[in-house]
């Protein structure tokens, strides 16, 4: 009840994915699919040149997710490795850092409680480089990869990726294929050799994407928004489909060999309850109100009482189809190769 109060209270800026920590339980249960992958590229580190493990977590947002996630991988390598670790969480300067370093200190499950283990923070985009050439052992990201360096506004659609119009289409499709080549040669440039690159990133269907598209079509009906407005609400991120996936490794096969490579429609809920609700909601509230602010030019007042009306018509959806929360998903893993090569 008391989240719920806080929430009530708070503007739309302060929705500008603000405590993420809160709501972000759906992610972390989907960031612990990589476990697997993560725990075998802790276990090839050890063979690599360098002293230190350095992990590099690209888009950590408050750091809670992946603080619990390298928390649970290096409890059991502690057990055989004393090996000293450094772990740079980055994104954008505008987080909340100062609640992200909180966390990290005080969570009673933190990573810093364990021996040798240091962090340090990169507030920049990840559509840079942001680390060093040859620096990094461990790359990750969770639920970033599929974010657009700049927003996209298809005329039909909330996500660039559900747009039926085929002009459109093609040129969101080569943006995204841009964008995700230029991740990965930066990622490339930052590994060691042999270092390991784990990403995990949504693909074409995103139950909260149409959700949000829903609301907006509704919101338009009943002349909340205007026709330029439900145009311009759009989330920067592309879900991609497996064929454009591929082409994209493919076109990095002399730099990557591909360790792992899987694609699943993952349940981000699973059952009824208050609780899903309420952390439905506060995602939503996040999401949406971030993008009103970079997209409806009104008076704070109205920009809040419209952020009302998305939440709940979206809350409405989400119950209608029994809390269902899915999101086809990729798991990849990749290993540098060696440029003696």
């Not at 592309?238 to 591929?246: A, C, P, W």
């Amino acid at each position: 009840m008391k989240t719920k109060n806080k929430l009530n209270k708070m503007s739309s800026i302060d929705y500008a994915f603000q405590n993420y920590n809160e709501y972000s339980s759906p992610a972390l249960t989907v960031m612990m699919r990589m476990s697997n992958a993560f725990q075998e590229a802790l276990s090839k580190a050890r063979t690599l040149d360098s002293s230190t493990i350095t992990i590099a977590d690209y888009g950590s947002s408050e750091c809670l997710n992946s603080m619990l996630f390298i928390k649970h991988a290096l409890t059991p390598f502690r057990e055989t490795s004393q090996q000293p670790i450094l772990i740079y969480h980055n994104d954008l300067p505008t987080n909340s850092w100062s609640k992200a370093f909180k966390t990290i200190l005080e969570h009673q499950d933190s990573y810093i409680n364990l021996p040798n283990v240091y962090f340090s923070s990169v507030g920049r985009t990840f559509f840079e480089q942001i680390l060093p050439d040859n620096s990094v052992t461990i790359g990750i990201s969770s639920i970033s990869f599929h974010f657009l360096s700049e927003d996209l506004s298809a005329p039909d659609h909330v996500l660039a990726s559900s747009s039926n119009d085929l002009e459109f289409k093609e040129k969101a499709a080569k943006f995204a294929h841009d964008d995700l080549i230029n991740l990965l040669e930066l990622r490339y440039k930052e590994l060691v050799d042999h270092g390991t690159l784990i990403l995990q990133f949504a693909g074409e269907t995103m139950d909260f994407g149409q959700y949000l598209q829903d609301a907006n079509e509704r919101l338009y009906e009943k002349g909340i928004v205007t026709e330029e407005e439900k145009t311009s609400l759009s989330a920067a991120s592309y879900g991609r489909t497996t064929e454009e996936v591929q082409r994209a490794l493919d076109q990095e096969r002399e730099k990557f060999r591909v360790l792992y490579f899987n694609k699943e429609k993952v349940p981000m809920f699973t059952g009824k309850s208050e609780k899903h609700i309420e952390i439905f909601t506060g995602m939503s509230k996040m999401v949406v109100g971030f993008q009103l602010q970079k997209t409806i030019k009104r008076t704070e007042e109205e920009r809040n009482e419209i952020l009302k009306q998305y939440v709940d018509e979206m809350k409405d959806l989400f119950e209608a189809k029994d809390q269902q929360l899915f999101t086809d998903l990729y798991i990849v893993a990749l290993e540098k190769i060696s440029r003696d090569k």
